[in-house]
């Protein structure tokens, strides 16, 4: 492999050629590739054209005021490398606060050292070329990465469901913040029939694009689920467990490696009742009806992480009226409250309190005021009320 070959610009008087003898001593070397100037204009007009890496110059040209000064701006942030032809107090200090790399004085005296100096100037003109490609790369590359989220982020926009809808009687309303770009918290309800509606909360581990790729399985799971129920083939999405049984079997067959907590609830607007199951999911939904507020009782194991994981299901009575507030365990992150006991009681008595969106909800438990969440935030409310 040939050597690297170094731009080298000298900038010298056209009348006096002070630096010919530098030139010569270059010129000697097969690594440089030399280009002389002897005008201010040719030599910003060769900077402009071809970054040289090094620029060899007095620190006065052709009597241009600034010139110095003016030579270092324009090759920033490559080196300039200042030859004086008489020595005067202050000289070399007066080049350096311009900008200069390095100042020699000619005749030179000590070629070893002005030797070691060009090559070190080179070395860094090197790695400043390397650094500047390195991100170069890097920006462009970002600006793919960016447009990847910005697709999958309108692909999971469109999966979400109305962020305000009401079905079978019932209101459902979501507000997901999420921590990065993209959400591994999903949220989605949907009727079932005339008489049953399905909503579920899910929190798929990790951050990010891995863990928002997981949310567009499961929607396109629970589609099946429905289209199947559609078409008699299947009955899972009348139960809660039988749908977490369904979504732990496939995501294991993925290999992904994802796991989600979640929870699952079946509205029976006939019946007046609320089956769920749950996989999982922490903190539990709290139920408000009449002057009574609780969290839900039930466990279960997160779905994805055990062929044999269980899961539990539950049936409670709905009252005329009622008000379910379900969470992610983001919110729990961002509450100020000092131990997570004091966050559960936290979010029973704003859920007691009652509210009439889940803007309101934020407000009260502080976390609107949230720019960077750690963890990507999910809320969901579903409600009726006469």
């Not at 005749?107 to 070691?116: G, H, Q, R, S, T």
């Not at 960016?146 to 459902?172: C, S, W």
């Not at 961002?334 to 309101?360: F, I, R, T, W």
Request: hydrophobic share 40%; glycine share 6%; proline share 4%.
């Amino acid at each position: 492999m040939s050597p690297r070959r170094y731009c080298v610009l000298v900038a010298d008087s056209s009348a006096e050629l002070t630096l010919q003898a530098v030139v010569e001593l270059l010129e000697m070397d097969a690594t440089i590739e030399l280009q002389r100037v002897f005008t201010a204009d040719q030599a910003l007009e060769c900077i402009d054209r071809r970054q040289p890496e090094l620029l060899l110059t007095q620190s006065l040209l052709e009597g241009v005021d600034g010139w110095l000064g003016r030579v270092c701006h324009a090759m920033h942030p490559n080196p300039v490398l200042v030859l004086e032809s008489y020595f005067y107090e202050g000289a070399a200090l007066q080049a350096l606060r311009q900008g200069a790399a390095d100042v020699f004085f000619l005749p030179l005296i000590e070629i070893d050292a002005f030797k070691d100096s060009l090559q070190r100037q080179l070395e860094r003109s090197e790695l400043i070329s390397q650094t500047q490609y390195f991100r170069e790369e890097l920006e462009r590359s970002l600006g793919l990465l960016q447009e990847d989220q910005r697709a999958g982020r309108h692909v999971q926009q469109k999966m979400l469901p109305p962020n305000k809808t009401e079905i079978n009687d019932y209101h459902f309303e979501y507000r997901i913040k999420p921590s990065l770009f993209l959400s591994g918290d999903f949220i989605d309800y949907f009727r079932i029939s005339e008489s049953l509606s399905m909503f579920y909360l899910a929190d798929i581990s990790g951050h990010g694009a891995s863990s928002a790729f997981v949310t567009v399985l499961l929607k396109n799971m629970t589609n099946r689920l429905l289209r199947n129920y559609n078409r008699g083939s299947s009955f899972d999405i009348l139960s809660p467990v039988a749908v977490l049984e369904r979504i732990n079997k496939e995501l294991l067959e993925t290999g992904l490696g994802k796991h989600m907590t979640i929870f699952v609830g079946l509205l029976d607007r006939i019946e007046n009742t609320l089956q769920y199951g749950v996989g999982g999911h922490f903190p539990m939904p709290i139920l408000k009806q009449g002057d009574k507020t609780e969290y839900l009782g039930g466990s279960g194991m997160p779905v994805g992480l055990f062929e044999d994981a269980q899961f539990e299901g539950r049936i409670v009575e709905l009252e005329d009226e009622f008000c379910i507030s379900v969470f992610s365990d983001g919110v729990l992150e961002v509450m100020q409250q000092p131990n997570l006991s004091a966050k559960e009681k936290c979010l029973l008595d704003a859920a007691a309190q009652g509210y009439d969106n889940l803007g309101d909800l934020a407000r009260m438990l502080g976390v609107d005021q949230v720019d960077e969440a750690p963890d990507d935030i999910a809320a969901l409310s579903v409600s009726r009320r006469l």
